[in-house]
């Protein structure tokens, strides 16, 4: 359904130490860099046919994180999970939430983890048993 989600940021370096670390352990590799006509930076990390897009505001203005929006990635296990979730910790992440591990609910049992990146974004790293 989706063919990519952007994000902002206002320390476009920060995000990319964390996002090459976080999205490394989904496989993903280093961003395409671009620097726009009005001089704003964007990486786009490209993996499995999808894109996941962080850039510093095209208007100048401050970036600000969705409130209420989460952003989630898919794992292949729940090892997966917890590394996810490990990593964005170790690169200036926040763990937020419950802990990471299973949940049951209204769509059954998950693997879940939350964290905030460095500009607030909720990210979740999903995995669902088969």
Known sequence: MFNHVMIGSNHIEQSKRFYDAVLGVLGAGEPMRNKGPSGHTRLFYRHEGSTF???????????????????????????????FHDTAVEFGGQSIED?????????????????????GNKLCALYRPK
Do not use: W
């Not at 510093?56 to 969705?66: D, H, L, V, W």
């Not at 049951?104 to 983890?113: I, K, Q, S, V």
């Open 53 to 83: 897009c962080v850039s510093e505001p095209i208007n100048g203005e401050q970036a600000t994180c969705a409130n209420g929006g989460t952003i989630g990635f898919k794992c292949t296990s729940p090892e997966q999970v917890e590394k």
């Open 99 to 119: 802990p990471p591990g299973l949940r049951e609910g209204a769509m059954g049992a998950l693997h879940l983890a939350y964290v905030r990146d460095p500009d």
